[in-house]
């Protein structure tokens, strides 16, 4: 499992379909080979404000930015038939994109799912705290390549 993608969503509101800021991280054969950062318009530009509050992000950044549905294709190639892993993907990540491909009529894909939280059995901070990772917590583009690197730690465990 040298190959996977590590990603990490913020969302503008409760609703797992609000998807604000994308983040990817592929690594192949242990190393990093693409990221992808893309802030996304939620439907209507709606954020609630302790969303807001946690990650940042604001109408304004993402008033003329491209909706989920508009940047799907971009991000497919990483996730379709692959493995992905994200920290507490199975309650977040997982079924946030689900969720939102299910908001613009797409098909959720075929991938194998992995959590580096039910790895390390910790939140993000603590572990990136723990394992010295350098982390911006709730930026996601921070957080995947936080996941990724302990995700690559796990393996060279292995």
């Known amino acids: 499992m040298n190959t996977f993608t590590a990603i ?5 509101q409760g ?4 998807i604000c800021q994308i983040d ?4 192949e ?5 693409k990221e992808l950062n893309i802030l996304v318009q939620p ?3 709606y954020y609630w404000p302790q969303f807001t509050a946690i990650h940042g992000i604001k ?11 508009q940047v799907w294709n971009q991000m497919a190639p990483y996730i379709e038939n692959q493995n992905v892993i994200a920290h507490n993907g199975f309650a977040f990540d997982f079924p946030v994109l689900s969720k939102t491909l299910e908001y613009y009529g797409r098909s959720a894909p075929e991938y194998n799912k992995f959590c ?3 790895i ?3 939140n993000l901070a603590k572990c990136c705290q723990e394992h010295n990772i350098p982390l911006n917590h709730h930026d996601a583009l921070s957080d995947a390549k936080a996941c990724a690197e302990l995700n690559l730690r796990h393996l060279k465990n292995l």
């Open 24 to 27: 990817l991280i592929r690594v």
């Open 29 to 33: 054969n242990g190393l990093i080979t």
């Open 59 to 69: 109408a304004k950044d993402t008033i003329n930015s491209p909706t989920f549905n």
């Open 116 to 118: 580096t939280y039910k």
């Open 43 to 45: 439907p209507n530009n």
């Open 15 to 18: 609703y797992r379909w609000s």
């Open 8 to 12: 990490d969503f913020e969302t503008a």
């Open 120 to 122: 390390y059995k910790s």
